[in-house]
């Protein structure tokens, strides 16, 4: 009602100011109303991703579309295998002598 009364022009009615201050209240109600919204979606989003840092995802859970890499044994026998040769060649080849 007070910004109402301050934004009065002479010859307005008090039907109009009351108007004015109804418009004014709806404005304010609206803005709040938009405002609780925004901190929701907010807090979900928050609560989302705190959710994702400690929660662990099933790997039947997963998202479509998510590329999850798992590397295979093999090619870490194959390497180990390959080191192990080498160093018995030398060995009896007897080039560590």
Request: aromatic share 8%; glycine share 8%.
């Amino acid at each position: 009602m007070k910004i109402a009364r301050g934004t009065q022009r002479p010859g307005q009615t008090k039907e109009q100011t009351k108007l004015i201050t109804q418009g004014i209240q709806k404005g304010i109600d609206q803005y709040k109303k938009q405002q609780k919204a925004k901190a929701r979606e907010l807090d979900r989003q928050r609560n989302k991703q705190s959710k994702g840092k400690t929660d662990h995802v099933d790997p039947d859970t997963q998202q479509p579309g998510a590329v999850h890499y798992k590397q295979h044994w093999l090619p870490w026998l194959l390497l180990v295998i390959s080191w192990l040769a080498f160093v018995l060649y030398l060995v009896i080849s007897g080039a560590l002598n």
